[in-house]
């Protein structure tokens, strides 16, 4: 390794970049749905539990206010075709988002490719004999990585920053995704109110809470039972406090 620190790595040797870089990889590539389920799915299941909230929300506001049942639940499906439309622009803007700066990542480390060979080498040598590689092997790894512009940026944006570029989705697979949840929560709740009134849009809401949460935590590897307490804990709590409120404020 070269034993000048060169003004790429700003005052730090090859390891200390690579630590950095890690790290800053990891909190760029940190998203609200996680890394390991795809974010469609993400998308899905949380906009399902959110329109399910808002909608049994709405239902305890038309309960409290000079409205009839039987509009009520036009104007709830109002509201539902309008929060698809923001919902599916929203999810798909936010998977554009991140395109971009997937796009600005990988441009940015071709550059580094192109004009700091040697550095970006002493980075891999740092990487590659962190996982044992050593002696003639470990120069022989570096050579073949080195041979290949567009494998060494792969290499380097994976295993240097932390990103995995299979896991980027286009973004009007997200926005369908959000859709699809959409659609889920509103036939999950606005049917059963229609056939059962308010114990319907109850036990809707709750079992999309329910279902959501579980398949989450399965995707996700984790524990089932905890995903399901909290989401319906918190959903019984939204709910529950604004009912109590608003006989409080009406009455």
């Known amino acids: 390794m070269s034993s000048q620190t ?3 790595f700003k005052g730090k040797d090859a390891l200390g970049h690579v630590i950095e870089a890690q790290a800053q990889g990891i909190i760029s590539s940190a998203e609200i749905h996680g890394l390991e389920v795809p974010g469609y799915l993400s998308a899905l299941g949380d906009t399902a539990r959110d329109t399910s909230l808002l909608l049994l929300m709405l239902w305890e506001l038309c309960l409290f206010a000079p409205i009839a049942p ?10 539902a075709c309008s929060w698809l439309l923001w919902k599916i622009g929203r999810s798909a803007w936010l998977g554009w988002f991140r395109l971009e700066r997937l796009h600005r990542t990988l441009e940015q480390e071709r550059w580094e490719i192109e004009h700091h060979r040697q550095q970006e080498r002493d980075e891999l040598r ?6 044992g590689f050593e002696g003639k092997l470990l ?18 944006v994976e295993e240097e920053l932390g990103m995995t570029l299979g896991t980027t989705e286009h973004p009007l697979k997200q926005g369908l995704g959000a859709a ?3 659609l889920i929560a509103s036939f ?12 319907g849009i109850v036990v809707g809401t709750f079992t999309t809470v329910t279902f959501t949460a579980a398949a989450a935590a399965y995707l996700a590897h984790n524990h089932p039972i905890p995903a399901i307490v909290w989401n319906l804990g918190l959903a019984v709590l939204a709910t529950g406090s604004l009912y109590c409120l608003l006989q409080y404020v009406i009455y």
């Open 6 to 8: 060169p003004t790429h």
């Open 70 to 79: 039987e509009k009520a639940l036009p104007l709830l499906a109002l509201f």
């Open 126 to 131: 740092v990487l590659y004999a962190a996982k």
């Open 139 to 156: 120069e022989d790894v570096l050579d073949v990585l080195m041979a290949d512009n567009e494998r060494l940026l792969k290499v380097m």
């Open 180 to 182: 699809g949840g959409v």
């Open 188 to 199: 999950m709740a606005l049917i059963p109110l229609y056939f059962l009134g308010t114990p």
